[in-house]
């Protein structure tokens, strides 16, 4: 049975905590138990330890979004001003975040995290996010794609850092 979720600002954030919920549970036990509830509610709540522990989640969310927005590197790469940012969380909403802030001053931001991929989210229409992850053998939609890391990314880094391994014998 599919649920459908009424549209109205409220719900909107409840949707949005419902979803910060799945990193309390492992996946197969959330599914269950937000299932179960459903289907024995008429209407959707939080309890009030939930609720607790999303204000906490929220703040933490909303202190890493903060930092990161003083580490944003902005390069010009093939015609495109580019917000660079390492996070390794919350990829999405930090690309929103960072997207907003440097508005009037860059194209796209790419959200880069060394174990997944790299996260684009375009601002100016003119210049689609999409595209530039084109570029890059990635692909998506104007506002929102992404793109691989060359597989060998993670030893240049090391080899970056530390260098070469047979340079110290």
Known sequence: Q?????????????????IMCSTLYPKEKYIDLYTDFLKKNDKFYFTSMELVILECLNREKKEYLEKLKDTVIIERIRDYNVGIVFAEKYRSEVGNYIAQEYKNEIDIVAVLNLNRSISLRGININKPANKFAEMYDGGGHPLAAGMP??????QKVITYIFGDENENK
């Open 149 to 154: 890391y060359p597989e060998d990314i993670k």
């Open 2 to 18: 599919i649920v459908h979720w009424p549209r109205s600002r409220r719900s909107l954030r409840d949707y949005s905590m419902l």
